[in-house]
């Protein structure tokens, strides 16, 4: 008889997110949030580094979608150290959403307080409520989520779906079409087994529109993971220029819906040689992003399982980055 695997830390927090992520929606519903802040701001900023910045591009991306207004996603390091590059003079009435799962990374919280010092509202999300963030900021919501591993998974997907619902609630879209989604939560949960590491050589995903933020954290879970290199764009952006790498030893994830210009794009790619691996999005507004990256996640959690890498211990990483002051 065999012996048992046992479940890794880091697997079990991915599959945690067939129950937890239907948990955090409905404890967001629970929430009595003030969002006058995000209805009267006229811009919207959202920051956060690494996972928690790549999120911010879905959620700015959601943000101007169903509010109409201009948002931003700012790596918190860039508001932190070139501000005046970054946010613009006339922001007093705008609002930043600073996103951190720890609320202790340095740059975030530095950008927190270069918000404050402009007068700009400041608005945290985190899992952490001992933080520095939720400390400093003047409003923000601490999500009933436990996560220990250094690599961050059903954080980002628990701290997109917090802002897409905020998003929601301030646009007063109608949110029954989360239910079709958490329906639907096996197909995020597709096994990527099918692929083969070995066959490999050139990583990429993409994803357009508030996909992007998607495909950016996949390539990162691959390169946490597994350890391996993987590129990441906005889907058409990759016809100009880094197109000419794709060969037969390409493999491309593609977040992607049956529009004619994608599936155009798609075509190409293959013609490339590239095998492409097309993602469905299930939602026209983009709101079941939060959910698509857990196809990565279980991609690099195959990846490393293949390459001989602990998926636990990411090469010089620490789970929080926290610079000297
Ligand atoms: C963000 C972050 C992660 C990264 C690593 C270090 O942290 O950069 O994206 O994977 O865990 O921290 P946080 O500000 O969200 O806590």
Redesign the pocket.
């Known amino acids: 008889m065999g012996r048992k695997r046992t479940v890794t830390k880091l697997e079990s927090e991915i599959h945690d997110q067939k129950q937890e992520l239907r948990v955090v929606f409905d404890w967001m519903l629970t929430q009595d949030i003030n969002l006058s802040p995000f209805l009267k701001a006229s811009c919207a900023y959202f920051v956060?580094?690494?996972?928690?910045y790549y999120l911010a591009i879905s959620a700015a991306k959601y943000f101007t979608r169903q509010l109409g207004k201009f948002a931003k996603a700012v790596p918190g390091g860039e508001v932190a150290l070139s501000f005046s590059e970054n946010v613009s003079k006339q922001s007093d009435s705008s609002i930043a959403v600073l996103?951190?799962?720890?609320?202790?990374?340095t740059e975030?919280v530095l950008a927190a307080k270069k918000f404050k010092e402009n007068g700009i509202y400041t608005f945290f999300v985190t899992l952490n409520p001992a933080s520095e963030l939720h400390n400093l900021c003047d409003d923000g919501i601490v999500l009933p989520v436990e996560e220990t591993s250094?690599?961050?998974t059903k954080s980002f997907t628990s701290m997109l779906l917090s802002l897409f619902v905020i998003t929601d609630l301030a646009a007063k879209t109608d949110l029954r079409p989360y239910k079709l989604i958490f329906d639907r939560i096996d197909y995020f949960f597709t096994d990527p087994s099918f692929l083969d590491p070995k066959g490999f050589n050139h990583l990429v995903f993409l994803g357009k529109g508030v996909y992007e933020g998607v495909a950016r954290e996949s390539a990162l879970k691959l390169e946490?993971m597994s350890l391996t290199l993987a590129e990441a764009y906005p889907t058409f952006e990759y016809r100009h220029g880094p197109k000419s790498l794709v060969t037969d030893r390409t493999l491309m994830v593609i977040f992607s819906s049956d529009d004619k210009e994608e599936q155009d794009f798609v075509r190409e790619m293959k013609g490339y040689g590239a095998t492409v691996v097309e993602r469905k999005v299930l939602d026209t507004t983009g709101r079941d992003a939060f959910a698509q990256v857990i196809f990565s996640q279980l991609m690099g959690l195959h990846f490393a399982k293949v390459k001989g890498v602990n998926p636990e211990r990411p090469r010089n990483?620490?789970?929080?980055?926290e610079l000297d002051a």
């Open positions: 956060g580094c690494g996972s928690s996103i951190s799962r720890s609320g202790e990374s975030t250094i690599v961050m946490e990483l620490t789970r929080v980055v």
